[in-house]
Protein backbone atom coordinates (compact mmCIF):
# COMPACT_ATOMS: atom_id res chain seq x y z
CA UNK A 1 0.00 0.00 0.00
CA UNK A 2 1.16 3.46 -0.68
CA UNK A 3 1.16 5.69 2.28
CA UNK A 4 -1.36 8.41 0.87
CA UNK A 5 -4.02 5.68 0.43
CA UNK A 6 -3.29 4.73 3.93
CA UNK A 7 -3.34 7.72 4.87
CA UNK A 8 -6.73 8.68 3.36
CA UNK A 9 -8.36 5.62 4.61
CA UNK A 10 -6.87 6.20 8.28
CA UNK A 11 -8.54 9.42 8.05
CA UNK A 12 -11.59 8.61 6.68
CA UNK A 13 -12.07 5.71 9.20
CA UNK A 14 -11.52 8.18 11.97
CA UNK A 15 -14.01 10.88 10.37
CA UNK A 16 -16.43 8.02 10.67
CA UNK A 17 -15.42 6.82 14.13
CA UNK A 18 -15.73 10.81 14.74
CA UNK A 19 -18.89 10.83 13.75
CA UNK A 20 -20.33 7.73 15.32
CA UNK A 21 -19.20 8.59 18.60
CA UNK A 22 -20.90 12.31 18.25
CA UNK A 23 -23.57 10.23 17.34
CA UNK A 24 -23.91 7.86 19.97
CA UNK A 25 -23.24 10.77 22.81
CA UNK A 26 -25.41 12.98 21.20
CA UNK A 27 -28.41 10.18 21.23
CA UNK A 28 -26.94 9.48 24.71
CA UNK A 29 -28.73 12.90 26.02
CA UNK A 30 -31.76 13.39 23.03
CA UNK A 31 -33.95 10.53 21.68
CA UNK A 32 -32.62 9.38 18.62
CA UNK A 33 -35.61 7.81 15.91
CA UNK A 34 -32.66 4.79 14.72
CA UNK A 35 -35.57 2.82 13.28
CA UNK A 36 -33.25 0.90 11.47
CA UNK A 37 -31.45 -0.01 15.22
CA UNK A 38 -32.54 -4.09 15.14
CA UNK A 39 -35.19 -5.54 17.33
CA UNK A 40 -33.74 -7.58 20.44
CA UNK A 41 -35.96 -10.52 20.19
CA UNK A 42 -34.62 -12.26 23.19
CA UNK A 43 -35.23 -9.36 25.55
CA UNK A 44 -38.67 -9.04 24.12
CA UNK A 45 -39.26 -12.56 24.69
CA UNK A 46 -37.28 -12.22 28.29
CA UNK A 47 -40.04 -9.11 28.85
CA UNK A 48 -43.71 -11.21 27.87
CA UNK A 49 -42.58 -14.57 29.59
CA UNK A 50 -41.72 -12.90 32.71
CA UNK A 51 -43.98 -9.67 32.62
CA UNK A 52 -47.34 -10.86 30.84
CA UNK A 53 -49.34 -13.68 32.59
CA UNK A 54 -51.63 -16.03 31.26
CA UNK A 55 -51.48 -14.65 27.66
CA UNK A 56 -49.62 -17.69 25.91
CA UNK A 57 -50.91 -16.82 22.35
CA UNK A 58 -50.36 -13.23 22.83
CA UNK A 59 -46.89 -13.91 23.80
CA UNK A 60 -46.31 -15.79 20.58
CA UNK A 61 -48.03 -13.92 18.04
CA UNK A 62 -46.17 -10.30 19.42
CA UNK A 63 -42.87 -12.10 19.34
CA UNK A 64 -43.22 -13.26 15.98
CA UNK A 65 -44.95 -10.25 14.38
CA UNK A 66 -41.97 -8.38 15.86
CA UNK A 67 -39.21 -10.07 14.92
CA UNK A 68 -40.46 -10.58 11.20
CA UNK A 69 -41.57 -7.22 10.32
CA UNK A 70 -38.11 -6.00 12.02
CA UNK A 71 -35.99 -8.12 10.20
CA UNK A 72 -37.69 -7.45 6.96
CA UNK A 73 -35.56 -4.91 5.25
CA UNK A 74 -37.86 -3.63 2.98
CA UNK A 75 -41.65 -4.26 4.11
CA UNK A 76 -44.51 -3.79 2.10
CA UNK A 77 -46.60 -1.48 4.12
CA UNK A 78 -46.76 -0.83 7.91
CA UNK A 79 -47.40 -3.69 10.36
CA UNK A 80 -50.90 -3.17 12.32
CA UNK A 81 -51.63 -5.53 15.38
CA UNK A 82 -55.08 -5.66 16.52
CA UNK A 83 -55.04 -6.54 20.40
CA UNK A 84 -58.55 -7.99 21.60
CA UNK A 85 -60.00 -9.26 25.05
CA UNK A 86 -61.93 -8.26 27.93
CA UNK A 87 -60.72 -5.58 30.21
CA UNK A 88 -57.70 -5.61 32.35
CA UNK A 89 -56.47 -8.57 30.43
CA UNK A 90 -52.93 -6.81 29.63
CA UNK A 91 -53.70 -5.33 26.41
CA UNK A 92 -52.15 -1.62 26.92
CA UNK A 93 -49.52 -3.41 29.04
CA UNK A 94 -48.54 -5.54 26.26
CA UNK A 95 -48.40 -2.42 24.25
CA UNK A 96 -46.05 -0.73 26.76
CA UNK A 97 -43.93 -3.68 26.56
CA UNK A 98 -43.63 -3.63 22.75
CA UNK A 99 -42.99 -0.01 23.05
CA UNK A 100 -40.14 -0.22 25.17
CA UNK A 101 -38.96 -2.48 23.06
CA UNK A 102 -38.97 -0.27 20.16
CA UNK A 103 -38.19 2.69 21.63
CA UNK A 104 -36.66 3.06 25.40
CA UNK A 105 -38.49 5.64 26.16
CA UNK A 106 -41.46 3.68 25.90
CA UNK A 107 -44.85 5.29 26.14
CA UNK A 108 -42.42 8.22 27.17
CA UNK A 109 -41.15 8.47 23.62
CA UNK A 110 -41.66 11.12 21.23
CA UNK A 111 -41.94 7.98 18.93
CA UNK A 112 -44.47 6.44 20.48
CA UNK A 113 -47.91 8.13 20.32
CA UNK A 114 -51.14 6.77 21.97
CA UNK A 115 -54.63 7.96 21.35
CA UNK A 116 -57.58 6.88 23.82
CA UNK A 117 -60.88 7.15 21.39
CA UNK A 118 -63.12 8.75 24.35
CA UNK A 119 -60.29 11.05 25.37
CA UNK A 120 -59.23 12.25 22.06
CA UNK A 121 -62.18 12.03 19.96
CA UNK A 122 -64.95 12.45 21.94
CA UNK A 123 -67.72 14.51 19.92
CA UNK A 124 -68.98 12.91 16.44
CA UNK A 125 -69.60 16.73 15.11
CA UNK A 126 -65.70 17.23 15.53
CA UNK A 127 -65.01 13.97 12.82
CA UNK A 128 -63.41 16.10 10.19
CA UNK A 129 -61.83 17.88 12.57
CA UNK A 130 -60.19 14.96 14.23
CA UNK A 131 -59.47 13.51 10.74
CA UNK A 132 -57.65 16.41 9.90
CA UNK A 133 -55.46 16.39 12.58
CA UNK A 134 -54.90 13.04 12.91
CA UNK A 135 -53.76 12.77 9.75
CA UNK A 136 -51.36 16.02 9.96
CA UNK A 137 -50.09 13.81 13.32
CA UNK A 138 -49.59 10.73 11.80
CA UNK A 139 -47.71 12.12 8.08
CA UNK A 140 -45.29 14.49 10.76
CA UNK A 141 -44.60 11.94 12.92
CA UNK A 142 -43.61 9.34 10.41
CA UNK A 143 -42.05 12.06 8.69
CA UNK A 144 -39.37 12.66 11.62
CA UNK A 145 -39.03 9.08 12.45
CA UNK A 146 -39.87 6.10 10.09
CA UNK A 147 -40.41 3.58 13.13
CA UNK A 148 -43.25 5.76 14.77
CA UNK A 149 -45.48 3.59 16.85
CA UNK A 150 -48.78 4.88 16.92
CA UNK A 151 -51.85 2.68 19.51
CA UNK A 152 -55.22 3.42 19.27
CA UNK A 153 -57.35 2.12 22.52
CA UNK A 154 -60.91 1.71 22.98
CA UNK A 155 -60.80 0.91 19.23
CA UNK A 156 -64.52 -0.21 19.40
CA UNK A 157 -65.37 3.08 20.41
CA UNK A 158 -63.55 5.02 17.56
CA UNK A 159 -66.39 6.61 15.33
CA UNK A 160 -65.51 4.42 12.00
CA UNK A 161 -64.80 7.83 10.00
CA UNK A 162 -62.04 8.62 12.20
CA UNK A 163 -60.55 5.24 11.37
CA UNK A 164 -61.07 6.00 7.60
CA UNK A 165 -58.59 8.74 8.05
CA UNK A 166 -55.86 6.68 8.95
CA UNK A 167 -57.16 3.95 6.53
CA UNK A 168 -54.74 5.19 3.88
CA UNK A 169 -51.24 4.99 6.12
CA UNK A 170 -52.10 1.45 6.36
CA UNK A 171 -51.90 0.33 3.45
CA UNK A 172 -49.57 -1.16 0.91
CA UNK A 173 -48.59 2.09 -0.99
CA UNK A 174 -44.92 2.97 -1.35
CA UNK A 175 -45.53 6.56 -0.28
CA UNK A 176 -47.88 9.41 0.05
CA UNK A 177 -46.65 12.72 -0.81
CA UNK A 178 -42.96 11.53 -0.16
CA UNK A 179 -43.64 10.23 3.28
CA UNK A 180 -43.49 6.24 3.14
CA UNK A 181 -45.33 4.69 6.12
CA UNK A 182 -43.74 1.19 5.87
CA UNK A 183 -41.77 1.12 8.46
CA UNK A 184 -44.42 2.36 10.63
CA UNK A 185 -46.23 0.47 13.43
CA UNK A 186 -50.32 0.55 14.41
CA UNK A 187 -51.79 -1.20 17.42
CA UNK A 188 -55.23 -1.23 17.76
CA UNK A 189 -56.53 -2.47 21.25
CA UNK A 190 -60.86 -3.14 21.46
CA UNK A 191 -62.70 -5.52 24.18
CA UNK A 192 -64.47 -6.76 20.90
CA UNK A 193 -64.49 -10.34 20.53
CA UNK A 194 -63.87 -10.92 24.61
CA UNK A 195 -67.03 -12.48 25.05
CA UNK A 196 -66.01 -15.08 22.44
CA UNK A 197 -62.75 -15.25 23.43
CA UNK A 198 -64.34 -15.92 27.34
CA UNK A 199 -66.20 -18.39 25.72
CA UNK A 200 -64.40 -20.42 24.12
CA UNK A 201 -61.65 -20.32 26.87
CA UNK A 202 -65.18 -21.42 29.30
CA UNK A 203 -65.73 -24.17 26.59
CA UNK A 204 -62.10 -25.51 27.29
CA UNK A 205 -62.08 -24.88 31.12
CA UNK A 206 -65.17 -27.29 31.09
CA UNK A 207 -64.13 -29.60 28.78
CA UNK A 208 -61.08 -30.28 31.02
CA UNK A 209 -58.63 -29.18 28.69
CA UNK A 210 -55.69 -27.18 29.59
CA UNK A 211 -55.89 -23.19 29.23
CA UNK A 212 -52.11 -23.00 27.13
CA UNK A 213 -53.77 -25.65 24.78
CA UNK A 214 -56.06 -23.26 22.91
CA UNK A 215 -54.63 -22.60 19.51
CA UNK A 216 -54.44 -19.72 17.42
CA UNK A 217 -56.61 -21.48 15.26
CA UNK A 218 -59.71 -22.28 18.05
CA UNK A 219 -59.87 -18.41 18.03
CA UNK A 220 -59.89 -16.99 14.51
CA UNK A 221 -63.17 -18.78 13.48
CA UNK A 222 -64.67 -17.44 16.74
CA UNK A 223 -63.18 -13.73 16.37
CA UNK A 224 -64.27 -13.71 12.63
CA UNK A 225 -67.86 -14.58 13.76
CA UNK A 226 -67.90 -11.84 16.30
CA UNK A 227 -65.27 -9.06 15.47
CA UNK A 228 -65.15 -9.04 11.33
CA UNK A 229 -69.01 -9.88 10.33
CA UNK A 230 -70.15 -7.82 13.33
CA UNK A 231 -71.60 -4.77 12.60
CA UNK A 232 -71.51 -2.60 15.71
CA UNK A 233 -67.86 -3.47 16.42
CA UNK A 234 -66.19 -0.28 14.66
CA UNK A 235 -63.22 -1.98 12.62
CA UNK A 236 -66.14 -3.76 10.50
CA UNK A 237 -67.33 -0.59 9.12
CA UNK A 238 -63.72 1.31 8.36
CA UNK A 239 -63.21 -1.73 5.84
CA UNK A 240 -59.73 -2.63 7.82
CA UNK A 241 -60.58 -6.09 7.75
CA UNK A 242 -62.25 -6.94 4.24
CA UNK A 243 -59.08 -5.26 2.43
CA UNK A 244 -56.82 -7.06 4.71
CA UNK A 245 -55.12 -4.27 6.33
CA UNK A 246 -54.67 -5.97 9.59
CA UNK A 247 -51.64 -8.27 10.09
CA UNK A 248 -52.40 -9.88 13.09
CA UNK A 249 -55.40 -10.26 15.41
CA UNK A 250 -54.32 -10.80 19.06
CA UNK A 251 -56.43 -12.67 21.48
CA UNK A 252 -56.18 -11.58 25.18
CA UNK A 253 -58.36 -14.73 27.29
CA UNK A 254 -59.79 -13.43 30.83
CA UNK A 255 -57.37 -14.22 33.86
CA UNK A 256 -58.16 -16.20 36.22
CA UNK A 257 -57.82 -16.25 40.26
CA UNK A 258 -53.69 -17.99 39.89
CA UNK A 259 -53.13 -14.67 37.33
CA UNK A 260 -54.41 -12.09 39.86
CA UNK A 261 -52.46 -13.51 42.36
CA UNK A 262 -49.47 -13.39 39.92
CA UNK A 263 -50.61 -9.09 39.24
CA UNK A 264 -50.63 -8.87 43.04
CA UNK A 265 -47.15 -10.03 43.73
CA UNK A 266 -45.58 -8.27 40.76
CA UNK A 267 -46.93 -4.99 41.61
CA UNK A 268 -45.82 -5.57 45.21
CA UNK A 269 -42.11 -6.13 43.97
CA UNK A 270 -42.50 -3.29 41.57
CA UNK A 271 -43.12 -1.79 45.08
CA UNK A 272 -39.86 -2.70 46.74
CA UNK A 273 -42.01 -4.55 49.34
CA UNK A 274 -41.81 -7.87 50.48
CA UNK A 275 -43.92 -10.76 49.53
CA UNK A 276 -46.96 -10.99 51.88
CA UNK A 277 -48.61 -14.25 50.75
CA UNK A 278 -51.49 -13.62 52.89
CA UNK A 279 -52.22 -9.92 51.80
CA UNK A 280 -51.76 -11.61 48.44
CA UNK A 281 -54.31 -14.05 48.88
CA UNK A 282 -56.72 -11.40 50.30
CA UNK A 283 -56.33 -9.00 47.60
CA UNK A 284 -57.19 -11.93 44.90
CA UNK A 285 -60.06 -12.50 46.94
CA UNK A 286 -61.66 -9.73 47.21
CA UNK A 287 -61.63 -9.54 43.02
CA UNK A 288 -65.59 -10.62 41.86
CA UNK A 289 -65.20 -14.02 39.30
CA UNK A 290 -67.84 -14.82 36.90
CA UNK A 291 -69.20 -17.14 34.98
CA UNK A 292 -71.88 -16.99 38.34
CA UNK A 293 -71.51 -20.68 39.25
CA UNK A 294 -67.96 -21.56 38.66
CA UNK A 295 -66.32 -18.16 39.22
CA UNK A 296 -63.29 -18.90 37.06
CA UNK A 297 -62.60 -15.78 35.64
CA UNK A 298 -61.74 -12.15 37.19
CA UNK A 299 -64.13 -9.66 35.44
CA UNK A 300 -61.97 -6.57 35.60
CA UNK A 301 -58.84 -9.16 34.75
CA UNK A 302 -55.90 -7.28 36.74
CA UNK A 303 -57.28 -3.57 36.23
CA UNK A 304 -58.13 -2.76 39.85
CA UNK A 305 -55.05 -4.70 41.81
CA UNK A 306 -52.99 -1.55 41.72
CA UNK A 307 -55.76 0.22 43.61
CA UNK A 308 -56.36 -2.62 46.11
CA UNK A 309 -52.89 -2.72 47.15
CA UNK A 310 -53.08 0.86 48.74
CA UNK A 311 -55.67 -0.38 51.32
CA UNK A 312 -52.96 -2.76 52.73
N1 LIG B 1 -51.87 -10.52 31.58
C1 LIG B 1 -51.33 -9.67 32.45
N2 LIG B 1 -50.11 -9.92 32.98
C2 LIG B 1 -49.57 -9.06 33.87
N3 LIG B 1 -50.16 -7.94 34.29
C3 LIG B 1 -51.36 -7.63 33.79
C4 LIG B 1 -52.00 -8.48 32.86
N4 LIG B 1 -53.18 -7.93 32.54
C5 LIG B 1 -53.29 -6.80 33.22
N5 LIG B 1 -52.19 -6.60 34.00
C6 LIG B 1 -51.97 -5.49 34.93
O1 LIG B 1 -53.18 -4.77 35.05
C7 LIG B 1 -53.04 -3.42 34.57
C8 LIG B 1 -54.23 -3.06 33.71
O2 LIG B 1 -54.23 -3.83 32.52
P1 LIG B 1 -54.34 -3.21 31.06
O3 LIG B 1 -54.48 -1.72 31.16
O4 LIG B 1 -53.24 -3.71 30.21
O5 LIG B 1 -55.70 -3.83 30.59
P2 LIG B 1 -56.44 -3.74 29.18
O6 LIG B 1 -56.52 -5.12 28.65
O7 LIG B 1 -55.78 -2.73 28.34
O8 LIG B 1 -57.90 -3.30 29.64
P3 LIG B 1 -59.01 -2.35 28.94
O9 LIG B 1 -59.62 -3.14 27.85
O10 LIG B 1 -59.99 -2.10 30.04
O11 LIG B 1 -58.31 -1.10 28.49
C9 LIG B 1 -51.72 -3.41 33.80
O12 LIG B 1 -51.09 -2.17 33.92
C10 LIG B 1 -50.92 -4.50 34.47
O13 LIG B 1 -50.26 -3.98 35.59
Not at 172 to 176: L, R
Not at 228 to 233: D, E, I, L
Given at each position: FEPITVGIAIGAASALTGYLSYKDLYCRFAECCRSERPLNASALKQDLEE????QHLATEVILKALTGFKN????KKPLTLSLHG?????KNFVSQIVAENL????????FVHLFVSTL??????HIKLYQDQLQRWIRGNVSACAGSVFIFDEMDKLHPGVIDAIKPFLD?????DGVSYRKAIFIFLSNAGGDLITKTALDFWRAG????????KDLEAVLSVGV??????GLWHSGLIDRNLIDYFIPFLPLEYRHVKMCVRAEMKARGSAIDEDIVTQVAEEMTFF??????????GCKTVQSRLDFY
Open positions: KLFGNKNPWAGTGHPKGLKSNHFPHEQYYEQIRKREDIQLFNNKHSPKDEKIYSDK
